[in-house]
Nanobody, 115 residues
C-alpha cells in the first residue's frame, strides 16, 4: 500500500517562502519519479516540478528559478522549497509518485499566498 503524506503548507505573504514535504511509504524505490502538482480553484491540475532517476528535474515555466525540488532517498521524502511566492501560486499542492504498478497521489495540502 503506497501512502504519501504531505506537510508544510499554509498562509504566507507574497515574497515569502514555504517548504513542502512529502513522506512516502510502501515499497518506494529511488528510481521512482516523484514530484508535485497543484490545482487552483476553477483550474486543471498542473505539474509544478518532478524529479527523475539520476536527479534530473523538470519544472513548470511559472516556477522555474523560484522553486527547488529535492529528495532524500534514505527517508523516501521529497521536498519542494518555494521562494518568492506569488498570489498566483495559491493552490492545493499534491505529491505524486509514479511506479510500475501505477501513479499515486497524496491528499493535497493548501498553500495560500496573500498579496
Amino acid at each position: 500500500q503506497v501512502q504519501l503524506v504531505e506537510s508544510g503548507g499554509g498562509l504566507v505573504q507574497a515574497g515569502g517562502s514555504l517548504r513542502l514535504s512529502c513522506a512516502a511509504s510502501g515499497s518506494i524505490s529511488p528510481t521512482n519519479t516523484m514530484g508535485w502538482y497543484r490545482q487552483a480553484p476553477g483550474k486543471r491540475r498542473e505539474l509544478v516540478a518532478r524529479l527523475f532517476t539520476g536527479g534530473a528535474a523538470n519544472y513548470a515555466d511559472s516556477v522555474r528559478g523560484r522553486f527547488t525540488l529535492s529528495r532524500d532517498n534514505a527517508k523516501n521524502t521529497v521536498y519542494l522549497q518555494m521562494n518568492s511566492l506569488k498570489p498566483e501560486d495559491t493552490a492545493v499542492y499534491y505529491c505524486n509518485v509514479v511506479m510500475s504498478r501505477g501513479s499515486y497521489w497524496g491528499q493535497g495540502i493548501q498553500v495560500t499566498v496573500s498579496s
